[in-house]
C-alpha cells in the first residue's frame, strides 16, 4: 500500500475507535484533542513527536488554558489512544501536573426518593424510557441515538 493509498491520520483514528465500540462523542472528543494537539506542535506528524511534546501539550493546557482535570484527562486519553491504536507507538511515562486527579467524590444528581417521583410523574413511553435509562445506568444521548 503506497502513501497516497493509505488512510489519513484523523481516518485512521477515527476507524480504530469504532473498531472498538467507543461512543460517538468519544470518537468527537479524542478528534478534537489530537487534532489541536497536532495544530499546536506546528502540524507535524505526531510520529515526529516525543513523550515531551505530550507532556508540555497536557502541562499547556492546565498552566495556560486552566482547563478542567476532567478536560486534561480527557485530552491525554485521546492522545494515548493515537500512540497505543493507531500509530502503535510506545510513548513512555507522560509526566502530568498534579491537577489531574479527578474528585474523589462523586455529585449526586438526584437522590433515589428524587427519582422515584420524578418516575411516578410520567406514564406510557417516556416513562419506560426513563425506567430504562436509571435502571440500567444509561445516560439520555444513549436513548435519544437509538430512538
Known amino acids: 500500500m503506497g502513501e497516497m493509498d493509505r ?9 480504530a475507535v469504532r473498531a ?6 468519544t470518537e468527537d472528543a479524542y478528534l478534537h484533542w489530537i487534532r489541536r494537539y497536532i495544530v499546536i506542535h506546528g502540524k ?5 513527536l516525543t513523550v515531551e511534546d505530550v507532556t508540555r501539550f497536557i502541562t499547556w493546557l492546565a498552566v495556560d ?9 480527557q485530552a491525554l486519553s485521546g492522545i494515548l ?5 493507531v500509530l502503535q507507538q510506545a510513548l513512555g511515562d ?3 501536573p498534579p491537577r489531574a486527579r479527578m474528585p474523589e467524590r462523586v455529585p449526586v444528581v438526584l ?8 418516575l411516578t410523574a410520567l406514564d406510557g413511553v417516556p416513562k419506560l424510557v426513563a425506567m430504562l435509562l436509571y435502571g440500567a ?11
Open 94 to 96: 507522560v509526566v502530568v
Open 7 to 15: 488512510p489519513r491520520l484523523l481516518d485512521q483514528v477515527r476507524g
Open 111 to 118: 437522590t433515589p426518593e428524587e427519582v422515584r417521583a420524578v
Open 65 to 73: 488554558q486552566h482547563v478542567a482535570a476532567s478536560t486534561q484527562n
Open 81 to 85: 489512544f493515537l500512540y497505543r491504536h
Open 44 to 48: 507535524r506528524h505526531p510520529r515526529e
Open 20 to 25: 472498538r465500540h467507543y461512543s460517538p462523542r
Open 137 to 147: 445506568g444509561l445516560r439520555l444521548q444513549r436513548a435519544w441515538r437509538y430512538a
